[in-house]
Every structure is written in C-alpha cells, then in structure tokens.
C-alpha cells in the first residue's frame, strides 16, 4: 500500500515553455501533498505544502506564480513550472500523507528529471 | 550551519560488511527520525522510522537515535549490492507543520 505515482518521469523542453508534473497517490487519498527539489549531491528541498481543497504554502524563497501547485482532489496534485529556464532543470519529486498515516511520514512518488534546454 | 548534517561519502565497502551510515542535527525539537534510501534518478523510498530515543531493528537494518548527543545512526547488516544506493535521514516534530529535514544523503556502494 501507499503508492505514490509521479509522471512524467523525465522531460525535456525549451526555455519559455512551461511543464506540468503529476503526482497521484493510487491506493489512498492524500490529504497533503509536498513537492520537493532536489540538485545532484543535495538535499531535498521543501518547495511547498498543499492540503486538498486550499491554496499551497510556500517556502521562502520559491515563486508561487512560476511553481503553480494545485491539488484539486484527495489523488492528485500537479506543479506546473512556468516559463522554465535552463536553471530551473532540476529533479521534481513529490510525496503524500493521508489521514490514515502517522502525521510525520509521507510517502515519494518516483521523480521527475527536467531538463530546460 | 546546517540543521542536519550527514557525511556525503561515497562509502565504498566489501559484500557482507557492515555499513554505520549517521547523522548530526542542532534542533534539539526534532523528536521523529527517518531513514531514506533512494536508488539513483528514483524518489526516496522509506527504510526506517524511528520516535525519540533508542534502537530499532527491522530485518538486516537497526537505527538508533540518542537525542542527547543529537546523533542518529543506520546499521546495515551482511550489506549486500542491491543495498548499493544514496541513503538519507529525515527528521521532523509535531508543530513543525511535520515538514520533514533532510540530510544530504551518503552515498553507498556494495562491491562484489
């Protein structure tokens, strides 16, 4: 139990466009969703937190206008990165919590590798 | 100074060692500690979950925590090479917003 699917799991595209990440959770209903940063050799950085329903909360420092996070139901949540430039390649991971899971444990989805070219 | 600090390695080690992987952290609040394991371009996998202080052991893997050293540590045991991967710790508390804090990860390798 507790699948979390991401998708695309790479892409490529060209400065300027923009590129929606998916994150489902296939076996429970993720009542939160966090989506997380992460360069090569690096940490995991928290770029923001959405509850089902509400608007998401942002880390200092992460635009909301160009990271547009929007979590319409209980198994879906998607990060559109806007206008994306070579420095936003990065890799995307995403991880969910349901009201059945302990309140400090979240599962990740696979990742997505993006490449602005 | 990072909240958390974990050596990045790599860590190269013979099948069938031991491996201690380990953390250090400065916030002295965080009272739930994880251990990660993520395989490479793949989302991290939970290998540990740990509250407070103390052992737990979990098949081939023991975690400790001692909170008044602020220290967390992972024991794998007969480390086989599928164990080969990138190993984070993650810790939390409650009123947190349970927004978890990551290690940089060390990175391991399993060799024949």
């Known amino acids: 139990g507790a699948v979390v699917s991401q998708h695309p799991s790479w892409v490529i595209c060209k400065s300027g466009t923009s590129v929606k990440i998916e994150c489902r959770s296939l076996d429970f209903q993720a009542t939160t969703m966090f989506w997380y940063r992460q360069f090569p050799k690096q940490s995991l950085m928290l770029m923001a937190t959405s509850n089902e329903g509400s608007k998401a909360t942002y880390e200092q420092g992460v635009e909301k206008d160009k990271f547009l996070i929007n979590h319409a139901s209980l198994t879906l949540s998607t990060l559109t990165v806007t206008s994306a430039h070579p420095e936003d390649s990065s890799f995307y991971i995403c991880?969910?919590?349901?009201?059945?899971?302990?309140?400090?444990?979240?599962?990740f989805g696979q990742g997505t590798r993006l490449t602005v070219v | 100074q990072k909240e958390v600090e974990q050596d990045p390695g790599p860590l190269s080690v013979p099948e069938g060692a031991i491996v201690s992987l380990n953390c250090t952290y400065s916030?002295?609040?965080?009272?739930?500690f994880m251990w990660y394991r993520q395989y490479s371009r793949k989302g991290p996998e939970l290998l540990m979950y740990t509250y407070s202080s103390g052992n737990k052991e979990d098949g081939r893997f023991t975690a400790q925590v001692d909170k008044s050293s602020k220290y967390i540590s992972l024991f794998i045991r007969d480390s086989q090479p599928s164990d080969s991967a990138t190993y984070l710790c993650?810790?939390?508390?409650?009123?947190?917003?349970?927004?978890?804090?990551f290690g940089t990860g060390t990175q391991l390798k399993v060799e024949l």
């Open positions: 993650a810790m939390t508390f409650t009123g947190g917003g349970n927004k978890l804090t």
């Open positions: 991880s969910a919590r349901g009201s059945t899971q302990r309140n400090t444990e979240a599962f």
């Open positions: 916030n002295s609040a965080f009272q739930y």
